[in-house]
């Protein structure tokens, strides 16, 4: 195939939800009267994002679920999508594979591929995700105030704990274990729902994906504020629990979670209680904001300082 044929026949698809899609010089969007855009961009690179010989499927659910886990934190909606991709060669098997994992979340979350880019060379795929929000309503890092708490979406620890296991380098673990965490890594689950539900709830939000400690302190910085966390609190898998206190660093500042974490006041601990049960899914108080700079780990509330063996994920370190 030529660079025309692969896009014909593996990316170009109508897109009810723009004005002009794929097939032309650029796409043609109408934003929706009263909201605002969202816009943001994440790039993946085989051997640094993701392990060389991955499922092809997964990595198409994963090349569009992490830049849907930040749409998600800003309380919006995802709507457009551009994709560009490098490949050593245009592998009929793998494209298939990969465009059915990425198609199959976008229509979950009704995101139309609107355009992009392809060419050769070593692995790397890029998503721009442009979402709309309600004008004036997005979810931003800068309000928290000292006092409100802290939460967390889903559980954490098992992604990393997957990467450290595919790397040689993993602590003892079940077979339970290791099973959920490569799930967790390969086909994480962005928590739109929440992020919109989240808009009038929650202070301030973020997605964790290079690491609880390590995101939590951005949202720190923005907002003026410190925060401590509670090892204890932290949310994880039964398979996983034996890790938590010999592996803290795993849950405390593990990438590849992409769950939200948010700040809200205490006012609101019902309503986000109520609202994990009307979800189904697990929303865990696991400290608050105080005033100061950075981020504490503590053993309990008001306990022992927990000193992690590394700090969060850091392209460059």
Excluded at 183 to 211: H, M, N, T
Excluded at 260 to 275: D, K, N
Aim: charged share 20%.
């Amino acid at each position: 195939m030529n660079e025309f044929q692969l896009i014909r026949r593996y990316f170009d698809r109508p897109a009810p939800g723009a004005v002009l899609g794929v097939g032309d010089d650029a796409a043609i969007l109408a934003p929706t009267p009263g909201m605002e855009l969202v816009v943001t961009s994440d790039m993946l690179v085989e051997g640094r994002h993701f392990f060389a010989g991955v499922d092809p499927e997964s990595l198409g659910h994963k090349t569009l679920a992490v830049n849907l886990s930040d749409i998600a934190a800003m309380g919006a909606r995802a709507r457009w999508a551009t994709l560009a991709i490098a490949l050593p060669e245009a592998g009929e098997a793998w494209l298939a594979a990969f465009s059915r994992g990425f198609f199959a979340l976008a229509d979950r979350f009704g995101v139309d591929l609107v355009g992009g880019d392809t060419t050769r060379g070593p692995l790397t795929l890029s998503v721009t995700l442009i979402g709309e929000v309600p004008a004036g309503q997005a979810v931003r890092r800068d309000g928290a105030q000292a006092g409100d708490d802290i939460w967390v979406s889903g559980e954490l620890g098992g992604a990393a704990l997957a990467v450290a296991w595919r790397g040689g380098r993993a602590p003892d673990a079940s077979f339970d274990a290791i099973r959920y965490a490569e799930r967790r890594l390969d086909w994480p689950e962005p928590r739109l729902q929440l992020g919109e539900r989240l808009r009038g709830l929650a202070s301030a939000a973020l997605d964790v994906s290079d690491g609880l400690c390590g995101d939590l302190a951005h949202l720190c910085e923005r907002s003026g504020v410190a925060a401590e966390l509670w090892l204890s609190a932290l949310p994880c898998a039964e398979a996983l629990l034996p890790l938590r206190v010999r592996a803290p660093a795993l849950f405390a500042a593990g990438g590849d979670d992409y769950e939200l974490c948010f700040t809200a006041p205490r006012a609101h601990r019902a309503a986000i209680e109520a609202l994990s049960a009307e979800l189904g899914l697990r929303l865990t108080r696991v400290g608050a904001a105080v005033s100061g700079e950075g981020v504490r780990l503590l053993d309990v509330p008001g306990g022992t300082p927990v000193f992690l063996t590394h700090a969060s994920y850091d392209h460059f370190r």
